[in-house]
């Protein structure tokens, strides 16, 4: 099983761009989620969806944006690249509210804006 | 969500076990006790979660205190491959989970 998949693994952007973040599970699960890592500090939520057509805010959604057009798919896209985007992006899924539920972890995006 | 506190690292020699401590003190009923680990360059990786009664898993045991306000993580021979930061989290009814600075285990030859 691939689990969580996400493209690319790494990307350097320049201030100004825009880019589309991949993500894509195989387990069926409902629930997804985007969260972003700066170096030495935990994680935060950007966005989640309980389901396809169903998304929402997190803690720290903005410049970024998400949709939800498939079951599988959960991509995040930011539009006006800033150096305070510069962070690993994860994605993450599960069959129920990760509060309650295993959640599966995709290996991560490292993306630096410059 | 309720917080955690956790010790920023600890060491352990291999093929020792290791007690990984977790106080949540203003846990509510509801809250789940998750932990996650995550290796150098990966994303995090479930270890393991339970409510009341404590767990068994291939990867782990979690031992919770009678009164919830206090768990522990226990590894029963750790291996070089142990090596990460381990974040325990209360999860109840949050969609999220708030991932803190966790504890940074280190394991000696």
């Known amino acids: 099983n691939a689990g969580v998949t996400q493209t690319p693994k790494f990307r350097i952007l320049k201030i100004g761009q825009s880019m589309t973040l991949q993500c894509a599970q195989d387990?069926?699960?409902?629930?997804m989620y985007w969260y972003r890592q700066d170096p030495g500090m935990g994680l935060k939520l950007i966005y989640y969806?309980?389901?396809?057509?169903?998304?929402d805010k997190g803690e720290v959604p903005n410049g970024y944006n998400v949709s939800r057009s498939t079951t599988e798919d959960f991509p995040l896209r930011l539009e006006l690249a800033a150096p305070s985007q510069t962070s690993v992006y994860f994605c993450?899924?599960?069959?129920?509210?990760?509060?309650?539920?295993?959640?599966?972890f995709g290996q991560g995006t490292r993306l630096t804006v410059v | 969500d309720a917080k955690t506190t956790q010790p920023n690292s600890m060491e352990s020699n291999e093929e020792e076990p290791v007690h990984l401590p977790c106080n949540h003190s203003?846990?509510?009923?509801?809250?789940?006790i998750h932990w996650y680990r995550q290796l150098p360059s990966q994303g995090p990786e479930y270890v393991i979660h339970?409510?009341?009664s404590n767990v068994n898993n291939r990867m782990a045991s979690l031992a919770i205190a009678e009164d919830r306000k206090s768990s522990t993580l226990i590894l029963h021979r750790a291996t070089l491959r142990d090596a990460a930061v381990y974040y325990c989290i209360l999860g109840g009814g949050s969609y999220q989970l708030t991932f803190g600075k966790g504890t940074k285990l280190s394991v000696i030859p």
């Open positions: 203003t846990i509510s009923g509801t809250d789940y």
């Open positions: 387990m069926n699960h409902n629930y």
């Open positions: 993450a899924s599960s069959y129920s509210r990760q509060g309650k539920a295993e959640a599966f």
């Open positions: 969806s309980v389901g396809a057509g169903i998304t």
């Open positions: 339970g409510l009341t």
